[in-house]
């Protein structure tokens, strides 16, 4: 079909980006908990991109070691993460690979809504 060959010329055209470092995954992880994860205003899609994010430096952690300062930097993350969201009975993110109670302990953020769009985003996410 034309319109498959038109597609697979058009992605075809498009730069292909190196996946994410562990430390820069972890940096973007960072920042979003100092800065975006407060505002008032965030939708469902960019919290969704940040938890995300925060599960690829999960599975980057299965392949690369972490520096002191780097697992100094992710604890200070988490902890304002934590502030800032409340817990949840099932998880945001549906493709985790891991099941039974190691998933949740292992990917515990995704299990997590910010505080201040909880009650909204329950009901989005249809829990």
């Known amino acids: 079909m034309i319109e498959d060959e038109d597609l697979k010329n058009f992605f075809a055209r498009m730069p292909k980006r190196p ?3 562990l430390s820069e995954c972890i940096d973007r992880w960072s920042k979003r908990t100092r800065d975006y994860l407060r505002w008032e205003k ?3 899609d960019d919290y969704l991109l940040a938890l995300y994010g925060r599960q690829r430096i999960e ?3 299965d392949e690369e070691e972490m520096s002191e300062e780097q697992r100094k930097e992710l604890e200070a993350a988490d902890k ?3 502030e ?5 009975k099932k998880s945001v993110i ?3 690979k891991a099941s039974g109670s190691a998933k949740k302990k292992r990917y515990w953020f995704a299990y997590r809504l910010l505080s201040s769009h909880y009650e909204e985003w329950l009901l989005y ?3």
Do not use: Q, V, Y
């Open 19 to 21: 996946l994410p470092t």
């Open 42 to 44: 965030i939708g469902i």
């Open 59 to 61: 599975e980057l952690l």
């Open 80 to 82: 304002r993460f934590i």
């Open 84 to 88: 800032l969201s409340k817990e949840t």
């Open 94 to 96: 549906s493709d985790i």
């Open 125 to 127: 996410a249809r829990f």
